[in-house]
């Protein structure tokens, strides 16, 4: 089993901008195909944010396109999202989900964004 660790949840005012990071527990080597970021909001199903391939191809749901960045570093089987002019509706809890060449899926623990207006 493959624990991956989310950082960089918090509170911020709208408008503002916020950083979040997972990354796989030390000593994990595997090679990972997709990562993303998914979502979800009091009440609501959980829905994707963005994914990166491993090639470095991403795909952004409509509702982020243009303030939200994606981002990985393969040596660190890590992955980021950057959020900027943030706004009440983004606020959720986040997740990020790993996908291993093998087909495994894995999931963060979750982290709390929470957008003041």
């Known amino acids: 089993q493959v624990q991956l660790v989310e950082s960089g949840g918090g509170l911020v005012q709208a408008g503002g901008s916020l950083r979040l990071s997972c990354a796989a527990a030390s000593g994990s080597t595997f090679r990972i195909n997709n990562m993303g970021w998914y979502r979800q909001a009091p009440g609501k199903q959980r829905e994707l944010v963005a994914l990166?391939?491993?090639?470095?191809?991403?795909n952004y749901a409509d509702s982020v396109k243009g303030r939200f960045t994606i981002s990985r570093d393969n040596a660190k089987n890590a992955v980021y999202l950057q959020m900027n002019s943030l706004k009440p509706e983004d606020t959720a809890v986040y997740y990020c989900r790993f996908v291993r060449a093998q087909g495994q899926v894995y999931w963060g623990q979750g982290t709390q964004v929470t957008v003041s207006s």
């Open positions: 990166v391939s491993s090639g470095g191809g991403t």
